[in-house]
């Protein structure tokens, strides 16, 4: 049936003019591995869309960061990938993936079960793709999906009240070190023109768990072998997050001391909009140069060149 479809979708490309056809990629042929690369594919956006119809923006980011972690993980073995499981894996597989798509449906907004609905459709694909002795090669993708419920659990566990606190503080800092006339008030961060309030969504705690979730990623995908370097690099993952996002609150101050709160498109955009994610980008690349600079201590010199003698 897979052979019918792409030999009819090759014909009608074969009806197109030439400058059309050039411009449309070949259709892979149906092998089990091109077939299960697509069916993974469809797993990974089925369940970023989920959380972006039901999850904030940040949470969003978080799951579109692990599935693309698997996808550095795995990228190595993607040339030799030849599936051939178990008939019951595959039955297995089969039923994991139906029962991840009808759970996903009813989902509507905070749901625990989301976050683990990655990881058991990456041991689906798992069994779909490898005999249980041989599901040791997907161990490192299967940890970047663990960390989505590992996140949710972190969001239940920790308390919020002394994060938000020290972000009031945070931030009130930074308005001191430019010279504003500042006051902090337990959550609040108060110009006299107005302030901000530090709520438990708005304390970075899903921003210094994104700088984290890239840490381990970086961990996975290009491994640092010191142990003093993975504590430094643990350690610098959530303080910048939490730098980071006291910039930000500290931005919103401003905003609001000068007229422009809550309901105003400069206070909304950095504070629930796409001006939020700047943050987090930045976060991202501060921590990258970081990872990079522990990561070439560990690297051999590079070779001299030869002086001008020994090149004649």
């Given at each position: 049936m897979s052979n019918l479809v792409v030999r009819?979708?090759?014909r009608l490309l074969m009806k197109l003019p030439p400058s059309w056809r050039a411009a449309i990629p070949a259709i892979p042929p149906p092998t089990p591995r091109n077939l299960w690369l697509a069916l993974a594919a469809a797993v990974a956006i089925q369940n970023s869309a989920v959380f972006q119809s039901s999850q904030s923006e940040h949470t969003t980011v978080f799951a579109v960061l692990v599935?693309?972690?698997?996808v550095i993980c795995m990228e190595d073995q993607f040339e030799d990938l030849n599936p051939r499981p178990a008939a019951w894996g595959l039955i297995l597989g089969t039923l994991l993936l139906l029962w991840?798509?009808?759970?996903s449906a009813v989902i509507v907004h905070w749901d625990g079960?989301?976050?683990?609905?990655?990881?058991?459709?990456g041991l689906a694909l798992g069994l779909m793709a490898e005999k249980p002795a041989r599901l040791g090669r997907f161990r490192d993708p299967l940890l970047c999906l663990m960390l989505l419920p590992g996140f949710a659990l972190l969001m239940r566990v920790l308390p919020e009240a002394p994060l938000s606190l020290l972000t009031a503080r945070l931030s009130g800092i930074w308005l001191s070190i430019l010279g504003l006339d500042v006051v902090v008030n337990s959550r609040s961060v108060l110009l006299p023109g107005g302030g901000v309030q530090v709520l438990g969504p708005c304390n970075g705690l899903d921003l210094m768990a994104q700088i984290l979730c890239v840490g381990v990623i970086f961990l996975l995908a290009f491994p640092i072998r010191s142990w003093g370097s993975r504590c430094l690099m643990f350690l610098?993952?959530?303080?910048?997050?939490?730098?980071?996002?006291?910039l930000r609150i500290a931005l919103l101050a401003i905003f609001a001391g000068n007229g422009h709160s809550k309901g105003s498109w400069w206070f909304d955009f950095f504070h629930e909009s796409t001006g939020s994610l700047v943050f987090s980008g930045v976060a991202v690349l501060i921590?990258?140069?970081?990872?990079?600079?522990?990561?070439?201590?560990?690297?051999?010199?590079?070779?001299?060149?030869?002086?001008?003698?020994?090149?004649?």
């Open positions: 009819l979708a090759n599935w693309g972690g698997a991840v798509l009808a759970r079960l989301l976050f683990a609905l990655a990881p058991i459709g610098a993952a959530p303080l910048i997050g939490l730098i980071c996002n006291t921590f990258g140069m970081v990872y990079m600079r522990l990561l070439e201590r560990e690297l051999p010199p590079l070779p001299s060149p030869p002086s001008q003698g020994e090149a004649t």
